[in-house]
């Protein structure tokens, strides 16, 4: 129980800057709701982007660019899905 118990602490610590950069984007789309309200997202929405980028990088063999592809692609795939709604007079916040 011990080993597996230090095996899930590592796995933790491994993908923690994922974890880091997941929450930095969830709480930047939150706070978009204060530019204007209708820039409000929901966690299931942003859940959907966090559980396509671990897919697009499940098949990568090592860690460390696993981890690269799921930062790539959680930060791509969320710049992408918040500006599509962006009025034209806030597109140049992300310019």
Known sequence: AQDREEKVA???????VVATRASLLYFVAMQMGTVHPMYQIS????????????????????????????????????????????????KSLFE
């Open 43 to 90: 966690k299931t929405s942003f859940d959907t982007l966090f559980a396509r980028a671990i897919a697009k990088s499940a098949e990568l063999m090592s860690i460390e660019t696993k981890k690269t592809s799921m930062i790539a692609h959680l930060t791509s795939d969320s710049l992408e899905f918040y500006s599509m709604g962006y009025m034209q007079q806030h």
């Open 10 to 16: 590592s796995a933790y610590e491994e993908f923690r």
